[in-house]
């Protein structure tokens, strides 16, 4: 019932920007946090970066300075403003948020997007 939708992947040079978006749908409630997290091949699922409801902003170290994470005007949608890019940046990115999605049941839980892949060239 819950549903991350991610859009903006693609292929850029070094130096290049991207941005990508996530739009969530369906029964989700409650939302605390949204955020954005990515896997390279053979890597873990890390953090980017993280954005809660109150606006607080937290961000892997290797794209400080060069990532932005926002919300969207109606707090279902959160993005990725990626600057500077980098060849080590490439990876499968995937949107994140912690919410409410069965209000039978009001506990926090995680819910990801299918994924979309960002690939920086050198």
């Known amino acids: 019932q819950v549903q991350l939708v991610e859009s903006g992947g693609g292929l850029v040079q070094a130096g290049g920007s991207l941005r990508l978006s996530c739009a969530a749908s369906?029964?989700?409630?409650?939302?605390?946090?949204m955020g954005w997290y990515r896997q390279a091949p053979g890597k873990k699922r890390d953090v980017v970066a993280t954005?809660?409801?109150?606006?607080?902003?937290n961000y892997a170290d290797s794209v400080k300075g060069r990532f932005t994470i926002s919300r969207g005007d109606a707090k279902n949608t959160v993005y990725l403003q990626m600057n500077s890019l980098k060849p080590d940046d490439t990876a499968v990115y995937y949107c994140?948020?912690?919410?409410?999605?069965?209000?039978?049941?009001?506990?926090?839980?995680?819910?990801w997007g299918q994924g979309t892949q960002v690939t920086v060239s050198s």
């Open positions: 954005i809660t409801s109150a606006g607080r902003t």
């Open positions: 369906g029964s989700i409630s409650s939302i605390y946090a």
């Open positions: 994140y948020v912690r919410g409410i999605g069965d209000s039978k049941r009001p506990v926090w839980s995680d819910y």
